[in-house]
């Protein structure tokens, strides 16, 4: 069996292709860095160091790297004979794989089983949006091979925080992982992957872990920022940026309850585990990392917005959400375009329009004046 994964950065490799190999898949990891692709290729095995409480050392072995900017068509036969494609680029990175999926399942034998294709991005419906993307490149093609692949939307959870110099391939990461996965679309030949957890109806699973773990990850790391700390767990070792979090999480909690009826006892408990796994102290996490690209953080569909809004919406509370996003306004990091972009924008715009254009937010909305208001408390500090 083999697995295409597109992007072997941390989660490729630290979690992604991890669970790929263990589960049996020749792995053949596609980049567009070609030191790393290098590097990749002058290895026989790399190392995922867990740290942490329970941490182990596990060595993946079986592998291949190929770069798709300067060999696509190596690329595409991979693809053509491949049982499983995963992508962890990055949500807007998905329109550039997709036509090397497209010529791979152009080149496919129509008689192979389908091509079982999982994005493992944080993102609600990742899998559906690089569908989407092949679909509108394939045009009037697309019917003739659509039956030759199957999408799945997964949610992926591990830490995997940026690698220290001089570490090669290897990968640092957090003991803790999950991968949920959406059954239905595999019928009864789901792929070979023991660690994760296929369910029928992925809704309740991304929600729960993009409106928990990433919301607080990044209320984390803009609390942080502001408090001008570098780590992440020294963030959680102030005790009003843990109860500023816990605020936030309380009340996307609340709207999980509500909208999947997930057990109020349980969310809790999935609460204070997340906050153990952030504060970590084995795990060199920065709040840069963690806090990068604010403007699709505060997109409409996204940790804060998201939640708040539907929040807002069911006339629930929203103020500690509110109060992140106004500490995600300040987050200024010279090398983070989105950061600087942000920074720009909210001197160069006044705040209603800034708030409609970067959360999506209609005027109307029940969320809109209290997020326009930290935008302009904002501005009026800059
Ligand atoms: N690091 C983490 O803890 C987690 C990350 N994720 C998600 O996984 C995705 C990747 O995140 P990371 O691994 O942290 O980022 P990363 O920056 O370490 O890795 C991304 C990799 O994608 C490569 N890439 C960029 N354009 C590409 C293209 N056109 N084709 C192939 N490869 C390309 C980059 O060169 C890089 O090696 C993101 O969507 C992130 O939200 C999800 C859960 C945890
Ligand atoms: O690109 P993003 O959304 O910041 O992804 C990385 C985030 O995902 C997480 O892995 C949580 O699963 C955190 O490590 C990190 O905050």
Redesign the pocket.
Known sequence: MKAVHFGAGN?GRGFVGLLLHEGGYELVFSDVAASLVDAINAASEYTVHEVGDGGTDTVVTGFRAINSATDPQALIDEIATAEVVTTAV?PTILRFVAPHILAGLALRDPSRPPLQVMACE?AIGATDTLRDEIREQAGDAWDAISNRAVFANTA??????AQPEGAGIDVTVEPFFEWAIERPPFADAPPHIPGAHFVDDLAPYIER?LFT??TG??AT?YFGARAGVEKISDALADPSIVSRVSAALEETSALLVAVHGWDAAELAEYRATILRRFANPALP?TVG??G??PL??LSRHERFIGPAAAAAERGLATTALVEAIGAALEFDEPDDEQSVEMQRRLRAEDAATFTAAVTGLEPSHPLFAAVEAVVAQRQSEL
Not at 156 to 161: A, E, G, L
């Open positions: 989660i990055g944080n992926v959870d591990r830490i995997v925080p872990k773990v990433n990850h990044a790391a996490d990392r963690v990068r690209q699709r953080k």
